[in-house]
C-alpha cells in the first residue's frame, strides 16, 4: 500500500507560476516512477509530468513541455512540480502516483493521492 500526500494548488493569474508538491509513503521503490496526472471538470484524467525515483529519465507531455517541471526533493520519495508560464486550460485537479512506468494512461495506475486543485484565472 502506498500512501500519496499532494499539495501546493491555488489560485494564479494566467503567466504566474506554482510549485506542487507530492510525498509517498509505504510501498515504493527506487527503481518506480513518481508521475502528476491533472482532471479538468468533465474530462478524462490525463497525463502531465513523470520521473524516475533513482536516476534522471523524465516524461512530459506535449501540452506542458517547455513550461513545467517536475523534480525530485531532498526528502525520500519526494517529487515537485514546477507550473510557469500558467494558462487558464492547466485549471484542473492535479493527482500525484507512484509506480513502475506504465504509459501514459492513468488506468495503469492504482495508488493516487486526494488531488490539489490547481485554478488559473484569465
Known amino acids: 500500500q502506498v500512501q500519496l500526500v499532494e499539495s501546493g494548488g491555488g489560485l494564479v493569474q494566467a503567466g504566474g507560476s506554482l510549485r506542487l508538491s507530492c510525498a509517498a509513503s509505504?510501498?515504493?521503490?527506487?527503481?518506480?516512477?513518481m508521475g502528476w496526472f491533472r482532471q479538468a471538470p468533465g474530462k478524462d484524467r490525463e497525463f502531465v509530468a513523470a520521473?524516475?525515483?533513482?536516476?534522471?529519465?523524465?516524461y512530459y507531455a506535449d501540452s506542458v513541455k517547455g513550461r513545467f517541471t517536475i523534480s525530485r526533493g531532498n526528502a525520500k520519495n519526494t517529487v515537485y512540480l514546477q507550473m510557469n508560464s500558467l494558462k487558464p486550460e492547466d485549471t484542473a485537479v492535479y493527482y500525484c502516483?507512484?509506480?513502475?512506468?506504465?504509459?501514459?494512461?492513468?488506468?495503469?495506475?492504482?495508488?493516487w493521492g486526494q488531488g490539489t486543485q490547481v485554478t488559473v484565472s484569465s
Open positions: 502516483t507512484t509506480d513502475n512506468w506504465a504509459g501514459t494512461s492513468p488506468r495503469m495506475y492504482h495508488d
Open positions: 509505504g510501498r515504493t521503490y527506487s527503481s518506480y516512477y
Open positions: 520521473i524516475m525515483l533513482s536516476g534522471s529519465k523524465t
